[in-house]
């Protein structure tokens, strides 16, 4: 494989990312550095007969929840994401382990030129091109001498990171153009034979018409034929005789009681008081945002000027109208949450404008003290006599807004960012102010201005109602006990217990073993691993899932294989049923068949109607008027023109048919476009299929759940 120094010498450079992501993964901290020490002996899995080790899956784990970080860096990482990126780690990791021995065995590889030419010759992967940074910012097309720039500043890093980041990235591209090299392998080798083009094109364009009989097996009456003397010996041996019908995963079912945790009388008590105390230090204090802020369990509160009829809260009519710095509350603003307020400010402000702006956003390229610099150039030049429309239009980073020249349109108070919208509803009109927001640093002009208003900014500390450790003690308390009786009366049944104490049972069923959750408890794998661990009759531990305190019984356990007969007497005797109800019609037109019969006799004799379907092909196993029935399509097919059929034992009921037109099926001529058309169907699925085979033949096995 070339080295960095032969790439420098040959004048090219490697880098990109997928999109922004990849990116920030090349040009930003994403490395980290991995744990120390050995291996563990513990498997998290298995795959081609050899162990996937807990710490190395962890190492990636890890690794993937700081790139997820890194690209959400406004919201909140949840026990949720967190699964779902070890999911794709997981993925990841083992089709590579997968990929890279088929690789081996097909000798799929990339020699140093080809490598060479696809970082830096004329075919440089698209990967590479499409990264902004490494893009001309005026023609918008791809940039060698900046790839170069960056390679060159790869050992100036000190810390070795960026060469990390380099040798990640390369491992990415090179499987990435592997994987592509097999995918097209696997693409050519699709092959349709002509006969195979001549029977899928019959098969969807031959059309049949004909005339039916339905007989709903509801509508015959059970007890009158004795469809339900069903033997012991009949269940059996269709049992027996279908047993690969009745098979089934590995499974549980649970009981669980659910202790609901809500706060007490004294709780509501304490936390008016809390609000209560902060009174006096809210009236006083100068800084009340940070106050505010501290203080509130509202951390998405926003405080913004308002008219007395667009108040946020009814009660706050109360200060507007009261000259005095008086602090309102505490009182209920909403269901369980307590509130204080007081009035931090009241101006004559307009009730909304009309602005426009130039956006310059700082990036790996550019600092924010550049951007400043930018930005001021911009003002001195509108100062000048520059039009700001076109400065904003070639410049603004706010594509939206930068078409129409900057132009934002009219806005009320509060909509934009705070910082925005304080210099757009204090500035004069026509006058150019600078603010900085989290989007980076904007030249604004307000343009038109409503008529001044009085208006009041409102700050409020909000204290959510919630369970006291005392409180949460006492349903601790509650499950423990009730976990204890279980455990102390094995001899009394789980249901006994629960309605002594006037509980309410829940119930999940066939619980897999990597369920995330169980039914109606968000965010409980925990209690999903306690039942893969537990036997039937174990009583769990108290578990603490969010708002309440869960004790869990485990039932049944079901193992992977041969369902139990008793799990599925009720559909075999359904089964058993239907079939006798087929050969009690068969039995009937016997009897009336002595004679040439038709289909309006049959309709007459079982009080039905004679309908007919004018359009059936055989690709189309949904039938008008009928519904998914193969069973019926298939004798429709194999039946001849003008004849009655046997009957037909069908999903909804018995069928007799009659096929009245059926179109000649086509044995000749050019099948040219069937052809071209099953190959790239077969292509379009052909890479997924291939892997599910190769991961089947990799004996892949997964732990997680032992685990997670």
């Given at each position: 494989?070339?080295?960095?120094?032969?790439?420098?010498?040959?004048?090219?450079?490697?880098?990109?990312?997928?999109?922004?992501?990849?990116?920030?993964?090349?040009?930003?901290?994403?490395?980290?550095?991995?744990?120390?020490?050995?291996?563990?002996?513990?498997?998290?899995?298995?795959?081609?007969?050899?162990?996937?080790?807990?710490?190395?899956?962890?190492?990636?784990?890890?690794?993937?929840?700081?790139?997820?970080?890194?690209?959400n860096?406004?919201?909140v990482?949840?026990?949720?994401?967190?699964?779902?990126?070890?999911?794709?780690?997981?993925?990841?990791?083992?089709?590579?382990?997968?990929m890279e021995?088929?690789?081996?065995?097909?000798?799929?590889?990339?020699?140093?030129?080809?490598?060479?030419?696809?970082?830096?010759?004329?075919?440089?992967?698209?990967?590479?091109?499409?990264?902004?940074?490494?893009?001309?910012?005026?023609?918008?097309?791809?940039?060698?001498?900046?790839?170069?720039?960056?390679?060159?500043?790869?050992?100036?890093?000190?810390?070795?990171?960026?060469?990390?980041?380099?040798?990640?990235?390369?491992?990415?591209?090179?499987?990435?153009?592997?994987?592509?090299?097999?995918?097209?392998?696997?693409?050519?080798?699709?092959?349709?034979?002509?006969?195979?083009?001549?029977?899928?094109?019959?098969?969807?364009?031959?059309?049949?018409?004909?005339?039916?009989?339905?007989?709903?097996?509801?509508?015959?009456?059970?007890?009158?034929?004795?469809?339900?003397?069903?033997?012991?010996?009949?269940?059996?041996?269709?049992?027996?005789?279908?047993i690969?019908?009745?098979?089934?995963?590995?499974?549980?079912?649970?009981?669980?009681?659910?202790?609901?945790?809500?706060?007490?009388?004294?709780?509501d008590?304490?936390?008016?008081?809390?609000?209560?105390?902060?009174?006096?230090?809210?009236?006083?204090?100068?800084?009340?945002?940070?106050?505010?802020?501290?203080?509130?369990?509202?951390?998405?509160?926003?405080?913004s000027?308002?008219?007395?009829?667009?108040?946020q809260?009814?009660?706050?009519?109360?200060?507007?109208?009261?000259?005095?710095?008086?602090?309102?509350?505490?009182?209920?603003?909403?269901?369980?949450v307590?509130?204080?307020a007081?009035?931090?400010?009241?101006?004559?402000?307009?009730?909304?404008?009309?602005?426009?702006?130039?956006?310059?956003?700082?990036?790996?390229?550019?600092?924010?003290?550049?951007?400043?610099?930018?930005?001021?150039?911009?003002?001195?030049?509108?100062?000048?006599?520059?039009?700001?429309?076109?400065?904003?239009?070639?410049?603004s980073?706010?594509?939206?807004?930068?078409?129409?020249?900057?132009?934002?349109?009219?806005?009320?108070?509060?909509?934009?960012?705070?910082?925005?919208?304080?210099?757009?509803?204090?500035?004069?009109?026509?006058?150019?102010?600078?603010?900085?927001?989290?989007?980076g640093?904007?030249?604004?002009?307000?343009?038109?201005?409503?008529?001044?208003?009085?208006?009041?900014?409102?700050?409020?500390?909000?204290?959510?109602?919630?369970?006291?450790?005392?409180?949460?003690?006492s349903?601790?308390?509650?499950a423990?006990?009730?976990?204890?009786?279980?455990?102390?009366?094995?001899?009394?049944?789980?249901?006994?217990?629960?309605?002594?104490?006037?509980?309410?049972?829940?119930?999940?069923?066939?619980?897999?073993?990597?369920?995330?959750?169980?039914?109606?408890?968000?965010?409980?794998?925990?209690?999903?691993?306690?039942?893969?661990?537990?036997?039937?009759?174990?009583?769990?531990?108290?578990?603490?899932?969010?708002?309440?305190?869960?004790?869990?019984?485990?039932?049944?356990?079901?193992?992977?294989?041969?369902?139990?007969?008793?799990?599925?007497?009720?559909?075999?005797?359904?089964?058993?049923?239907?079939?006798?109800?087929?050969?009690?019609?068969?039995?009937?037109?016997?009897?009336?068949?002595?004679?040439?019969?038709?289909?309006?006799?049959?309709?007459?004799?079982?009080?039905?109607?004679?309908?007919?379907?004018?359009?059936?092909?055989?690709?189309?196993?949904?039938?008008?008027g009928?519904?998914?029935?193969?069973?019926?399509?298939?004798?429709?097919?194999?039946?001849?023109?003008?004849?009655?059929?046997?009957?037909?034992?069908?999903?909804?009921?018995?069928?007799?048919?009659?096929?009245?037109?059926?179109?000649?099926?086509?044995?000749?001529?050019?099948?040219?476009q069937?052809k071209?058309?099953?190959?790239?169907?077969?292509?379009?699925?052909?890479?997924?299929?291939?892997?599910?085979?190769?991961?089947?033949?990799?004996?892949?096995?997964?732990?997680?759940?032992?685990?997670?």
């Amino acid at each position: 494989m070339a080295t960095l120094q032969n790439i420098r010498n040959r004048s090219v450079l490697l880098l990109s990312v997928i999109g922004i992501a990849m990116l920030a993964f090349i040009l930003g901290d994403f490395m980290q550095s991995q744990r120390s020490g050995g291996t563990s002996s513990v498997d998290v899995g298995e795959i081609f007969g050899e162990q996937i080790h807990i710490q190395d899956f962890e190492i990636e784990v890890e690794k993937g929840i700081e790139n997820w970080k890194i690209q959400n860096s406004n919201t909140v990482l949840t026990e949720s994401t967190i699964t779902q990126i070890r999911d794709q780690v997981w993925n990841e990791h083992t089709r590579k382990l997968i990929m890279e021995k088929e690789y081996s065995l097909l000798g799929i590889s990339i020699s140093d030129n080809e490598w060479m030419e696809r970082i830096s010759g004329v075919h440089t992967h698209s990967e590479i091109r499409n990264i902004p940074a490494f893009q001309n910012p005026q023609t918008q097309e791809f940039d060698r001498t900046k790839v170069l720039q960056y390679l060159k500043q790869i050992d100036q890093d000190q810390t070795g990171e960026a060469r990390e980041r380099w040798l990640a990235f390369q491992d990415y591209l090179i499987n990435s153009i592997k994987n592509n090299k097999y995918d097209i392998l696997i693409q050519k080798s699709m092959f349709v034979t002509n006969e195979e083009a001549k029977i899928d094109f019959n098969e969807n364009s031959q059309n049949i018409i004909f005339d039916y009989v339905l007989i709903p097996f509801s509508s015959l009456n059970d007890t009158a034929a004795n469809y339900n003397n069903i033997s012991e010996k009949e269940i059996k041996k269709y049992y027996s005789d279908n047993i690969d019908d009745f098979q089934q995963e590995e499974t549980r079912d649970v009981d669980f009681v659910k202790f609901l945790v809500s706060p007490s009388s004294q709780d509501d008590i304490n936390t008016k008081q809390s609000l209560e105390d902060l009174k006096e230090s809210f009236a006083e204090i100068d800084d009340y945002l940070l106050f505010a802020r501290r203080n509130s369990d509202n951390i998405g509160a926003k405080f913004s000027y308002a008219k007395k009829d667009k108040l946020q809260d009814p009660a706050w009519t109360e200060l507007f109208d009261n000259s005095n710095n008086i602090v309102l509350g505490p009182y209920e603003s909403s269901p369980g949450v307590y509130r204080i307020a007081k009035i931090a400010s009241t101006a004559y402000r307009p009730d909304s404008v009309e602005a426009r702006h130039i956006l310059v956003s700082p990036s790996s390229e550019i600092s924010i003290d550049s951007v400043e610099k930018v930005i001021n150039i911009y003002k001195k030049m509108i100062e000048e006599g520059a039009d700001f429309g076109d400065l904003a239009s070639k410049y603004s980073e706010d594509k939206g807004s930068s078409i129409k020249g900057g132009d934002l349109g009219w806005f009320k108070e509060g909509v934009m960012v705070d910082e925005f919208n304080e210099k757009c509803f204090t500035s004069a009109k026509g006058a150019l102010s600078i603010a900085k927001t989290q989007f980076g640093i904007h030249l604004i002009q307000v343009t038109k201005k409503s008529k001044n208003q009085k208006k009041s900014k409102i700050v409020f500390i909000d204290r959510n109602i919630e369970p006291s450790s005392t409180t949460l003690n006492s349903y601790w308390n509650q499950a423990s006990q009730f976990a204890g009786d279980v455990l102390n009366n094995r001899s009394t049944p789980f249901d006994s217990l629960v309605n002594k104490r006037n509980l309410i049972k829940r119930t999940d069923k066939k619980v897999s073993p990597n369920k995330k959750s169980i039914v109606g408890l968000p965010n409980s794998r925990s209690i999903v691993r306690w039942m893969n661990e537990a036997e039937v009759g174990d009583v769990s531990e108290v578990f603490e899932l969010e708002d309440s305190y869960i004790v869990a019984y485990l039932v049944e356990k079901h193992a992977k294989g041969d369902m139990l007969l008793e799990d599925v007497r009720i559909q075999i005797e359904s089964n058993l049923k239907q079939t006798k109800k087929f050969h009690f019609i068969n039995s009937q037109l016997n009897r009336i068949s002595s004679n040439k019969i038709s289909l309006e006799d049959i309709a007459t004799e079982f009080s039905v109607n004679v309908s007919t379907i004018d359009k059936a092909v055989f690709k189309n196993s949904t039938l008008p008027g009928i519904g998914f029935e193969p069973e019926l399509l298939g004798a429709l097919f194999s039946s001849d023109i003008e004849s009655i059929s046997s009957p037909i034992e069908g999903r909804s009921g018995i069928f007799i048919i009659n096929v009245k037109k059926k179109d000649e099926s086509r044995s000749t001529g050019d099948f040219t476009q069937q052809k071209n058309q099953l190959v790239n169907n077969h292509r379009s699925y052909s890479s997924n299929s291939v892997f599910s085979a190769l991961t089947k033949n990799a004996n892949l096995i997964d732990n997680r759940n032992s685990f997670y």
